[in-house]
């Protein structure tokens, strides 16, 4: 059992990762609360985080006025590919990199990787890390995917975008007014997309009610094992999103894992 996270106000668990993960998997972010295991590495994270790394030396500098130096941004992602340890398409990573600047956007003090770390009525205390915050306020999010997001989808992220608008908001009172992705899509003729919407009051209040139902959902959970030596899971029992998945999950069986959903797809395959 972890015992760090029985002792814990479960209110300071919520956080984006564990909002989004839930759309994939609610076992998967259940054991991730009450049983982590170590991470599989899969590609399609490692060449994202790859992307990440080399961008942020990106866009400090074009957020400061000078021109990226993009060896350094090169070898950021050369570093984190190095560390995931398993075959990465670094020609891939490259080329994303090498085309972000020509992107028609404002850089002019830029934020990257910025900490909000607040408390929230409702939601308790709250920490988040927005890709990108621009001079104007505007908050982006950096994705890498096989397909194009759909053109709805910066409107429709309300536990992504919205919720760090809406927490950036809470953060400095001021408001954000647009929210985006920019995504490196890995296609037969890739290229980035960007996705920007404006940030809407309704937007923020679907954001704020996903996330407080959330919190309390997690205050149950922490009520039932309360105590318990070995935990069990009354809330997050919906399996994942697509049964390819547990194929490469921690918590499968076939890595030693206790998901017994897993368990039964491995059995029949």
């Given at each position: 059992?972890?015992?760090?996270y029985?002792?814990?106000?479960p209110?300071?668990l919520l956080?984006?990762?564990?909002?989004?993960g839930?759309?994939?998997?609610?076992?998967?972010?259940?054991?991730?609360?009450?049983?982590?295991?170590?991470?599989?590495?899969?590609?399609?994270?490692?060449?994202?985080?790859?992307?990440?790394?080399?961008?942020?030396?990106?866009?400090?500098?074009?957020?400061?006025?000078?021109a990226?130096?993009?060896?350094r941004?090169?070898?950021?992602?050369a570093a984190?590919?190095n560390?995931?340890?398993?075959?990465?398409?670094?020609?891939?990573?490259?080329?994303?990199?090498?085309?972000?600047?020509?992107?028609?956007?404002?850089?002019?003090?830029?934020?990257v990787?910025?900490?909000?770390?607040?408390?929230?009525?409702?939601?308790?205390?709250?920490?988040?890390?927005?890709d990108?915050i621009?001079?104007?306020?505007?908050?982006?999010?950096?994705?890498?995917?096989?397909?194009?997001?759909?053109?709805?989808?910066?409107?429709?992220?309300?536990?992504e975008?919205a919720?760090y608008?809406?927490l950036r908001e809470?953060?400095?009172?001021v408001?954000?007014?647009?929210v985006g992705y920019?995504?490196w899509?890995?296609?037969?003729?890739?290229?980035?997309?960007?996705?920007?919407?404006?940030?809407?009051?309704?937007?923020?209040?679907?954001?704020?009610?996903?996330?407080?139902d959330e919190?309390?959902?997690?205050a149950?959970?922490?009520?039932?094992?309360?105590g318990?030596?070995?935990?069990?899971?009354?809330?997050y029992?919906?399996?994942?999103?697509w049964?390819g998945?547990?194929?490469?999950?921690?918590?499968?069986?076939?890595?030693?894992?206790?998901?017994?959903?897993?368990?039964?797809?491995?059995?029949?395959?």
């Amino acid at each position: 059992m972890n015992d760090e996270y029985a002792a814990r106000d479960p209110h300071k668990l919520l956080s984006k990762s564990f909002l989004t993960g839930l759309d994939w998997c609610q076992r998967e972010s259940w054991f991730d609360m009450w049983q982590r295991r170590p991470w599989i590495p899969k590609e399609a994270v490692a060449f994202g985080s790859a992307v990440d790394e080399g961008l942020q030396v990106v866009i400090k500098a074009m957020a400061s006025g000078q021109a990226p130096d993009m060896d350094r941004a090169l070898e950021a992602a050369a570093a984190s590919m190095n560390e995931a340890g398993i075959a990465v398409d670094a020609s891939g990573v490259q080329q994303a990199i090498e085309a972000f600047p020509a992107l028609d956007i404002d850089w002019s003090y830029a934020l990257v990787q910025h900490t909000i770390d607040i408390e929230v009525d409702e939601l308790g205390k709250v920490n988040c890390h927005p890709d990108i915050i621009l001079g104007d306020g505007s908050v982006l999010d950096i994705k890498t995917s096989k397909k194009s997001k759909p053109r709805w989808a910066a409107a429709q992220s309300y536990k992504e975008l919205a919720f760090y608008g809406y927490l950036r908001e809470q953060e400095t009172g001021v408001p954000v007014p647009r929210v985006g992705y920019l995504t490196w899509v890995r296609s037969s003729r890739p290229g980035w997309q960007v996705l920007m919407a404006d940030l809407t009051a309704e937007m923020k209040h679907k954001a704020f009610v996903i996330a407080r139902d959330e919190v309390r959902k997690l205050a149950i959970d922490a009520r039932i094992n309360e105590g318990r030596d070995e935990p069990i899971n009354a809330i997050y029992t919906q399996g994942p999103a697509w049964p390819g998945k547990c194929a490469d999950c921690a918590y499968s069986p076939a890595f030693g894992g206790p998901c017994e959903i897993a368990e039964e797809e491995r059995k029949t395959a």
